[in-house]
């Protein structure tokens, strides 16, 4: 019997080439599996099972993690405010971690011999992956024809179109990888400093010019209602998907450090990811105190640092995942955002854990709590380190 080789599948040239190499050079039985986070329509995840069995694919699976992927990973993403170098909502590289362990979980379940991706030697995903592969499916070896080959693109169409594959395998002008945490836009501007993509590189483009405004309702960090109807988080973060993409919302160029220590650019759009954190942060900024605020916001950096970095499994993340669920325990109510083309504005908002409502005093007005002199003697106290301070600083 042929050993059995599960293949974490896309449907792209790499994992193209990966499927019909396993199966003719390798003669392993070829199992073809694409993870859908929310990124894929039905038509298609179809495309991508008919070409799969195409290149001889002995059997083809597909497995929805969309709601895993919210609930174990997204919430506390948005829970966290996380924004890498405040800027990139973590859309590809929080999606990968959760493909991988997708793959691995199936792979050690349906006994595979071996596990196979097809990511180059150069980026982040071969990390995710194989740390995935190695955690969970330990006694499964992992092939990477395209990274231990050093195949260039051509040489991979050359291949296929010598085995009798002459499909179309031409390169789009840009690389796009849509997820429901927003898609990523690679092109040759990116490969730049300076130069930024296109209008026309966005999958999205501008639909909508007149301003229309959305409310979106919040229980403990969690978005639960859209414009008052409630939704579960995945169908909401889809729908305000759709509103914020017809806007053009959400578009910028990431740029940051990569696992492997070298700087990487990539263009996104992320409408939904980007109107969620900033209104779940202003709600946040008016229910929590100083000190939650404060603590959360390096935490917070940290767990997006290391879900990049392909750490989801370390414990240490479980800590941080039950301290950012505690931070939101009165992280309720309603934000109101106007939507216009190329950008959203925060317009305010309302909960029952307001701390602005306080009886106690208003900022810059008045207070009930204490009078001139109790102000007069905090502000002496609250001094007097930096007045020790300076007057022990040398007289030259």
């Known amino acids: 019997m042929k050993k059995k080789a599960i293949l974490a599948y896309s449907g792209g040239l790499d994992t193209s080439f990966c499927a019909v190499y396993l199966s003719r050079e390798l003669n392993l039985e070829v199992h073809t599996v694409i993870v859908d986070s929310g990124g894929f329509s039905a038509d298609e995840l179809a495309a991508i099972e008919k070409r799969a069995y195409e290149?001889?694919?002995?059997?083809?699976?597909?497995?929805?993690?969309?709601?895993?992927?919210?609930?174990?990973?997204?919430?506390?993403?948005?829970?966290?405010?996380?924004?890498?170098?405040?800027?990139?909502?973590?859309?590809?590289?929080?999606?990968?971690?959760?493909?991988?362990?997708?793959?691995?979980?199936?792979?050690?379940?349906?006994?595979a011999?071996?596990?196979?991706?097809?990511?180059?030697?150069?980026?982040?995903?071969?990390?995710?992956?194989?740390?995935?592969?190695?955690?969970?499916?330990?006694?499964?070896?992992?092939?990477?024809?395209?990274?231990d080959l050093k195949l260039s693109r051509q040489a991979e169409i050359d291949y296929l179109q010598q085995q009798g594959f002459a499909m179309s395998w031409e390169k789009a002008r840009?690389?796009?990888?849509?997820?429901?945490?927003?898609?990523?836009?690679?092109?040759?501007?990116?490969?730049?400093?300076?130069?930024?993509?296109?209008?026309?590189?966005?999958p999205s483009q501008l639909q909508r010019t007149e301003p229309t405004r959305v409310e979106i309702t919040f229980e403990k960090g969690e978005p639960v209602a859209l414009n008052g109807e409630k939704l579960a988080p995945v169908r909401l973060i889809q729908r305000l998907n759709e509103l914020g993409s017809a806007y053009a919302i959400g578009r910028d160029t990431h740029v940051g450090d990569t696992i492997l220590g070298i700087k990487g650019r990539v263009g996104f759009e992320a409408p939904a990811p980007l109107i969620l954190i900033k209104a779940h942060h202003l709600l946040e900024k008016h229910t929590s105190t100083r000190w939650q605020l404060l603590h959360k916001d390096y935490i917070a950096n940290w767990y997006g640092t290391l879900l990049?970095?392909?750490?989801?499994?370390?414990?240490?993340?479980?800590?941080?995942?039950?301290?950012?669920?505690?931070?939101?325990?009165?992280?309720?109510?309603?934000?109101?955002v106007?939507?216009?083309?190329?950008?959203?504005?925060?317009?305010?908002?309302?909960?029952?854990?307001?701390?602005?409502?306080?009886?106690?005093?208003?900022?810059?007005?008045?207070?009930?709590?204490?009078?001139?002199?109790?102000?007069?003697?905090f502000i002496k106290i609250f001094g007097n380190q930096l007045k020790i301070s300076n007057s022990l600083h040398d007289e030259n």
């Open 308 to 336: 990049h970095e392909a750490q989801y499994l370390d414990p240490v993340m479980r800590d941080m995942e039950a301290f950012l669920t505690s931070s939101q325990s009165r992280a309720s109510g309603k934000v109101f």
């Open 55 to 111: 290149l001889g694919s002995a059997k083809h699976e597909v497995i929805d993690v969309t709601d895993r992927f919210y609930c174990d990973c997204l919430r506390y993403l948005l829970f966290g405010n996380v924004l890498k170098n405040d800027t990139y909502p973590l859309s590809v590289s929080a999606e990968r971690m959760f493909q991988s362990l997708a793959i691995a979980e199936y792979a050690r379940a349906n006994g």
């Open 174 to 202: 840009y690389s796009i990888n849509k997820g429901i945490w927003g898609t990523s836009v690679g092109g040759v501007e990116t490969l730049t400093s300076h130069q930024a993509l296109p209008e026309s590189a966005y």
């Open 338 to 377: 106007e939507l216009k083309p190329y950008q959203f504005e925060l317009l305010g908002m309302e909960s029952k854990y307001d701390m602005m409502q306080s009886k106690v005093a208003t900022y810059g007005e008045e207070n009930n709590a204490w009078d001139a002199r109790d102000a007069k003697g």
């Open 113 to 147: 011999d071996y596990i196979a991706h097809g990511s180059t030697g150069a980026g982040n995903d071969q990390v995710r992956f194989d740390v995935a592969f190695a955690v969970i499916a330990p006694n499964t070896e992992i092939l990477t024809p395209i990274r």
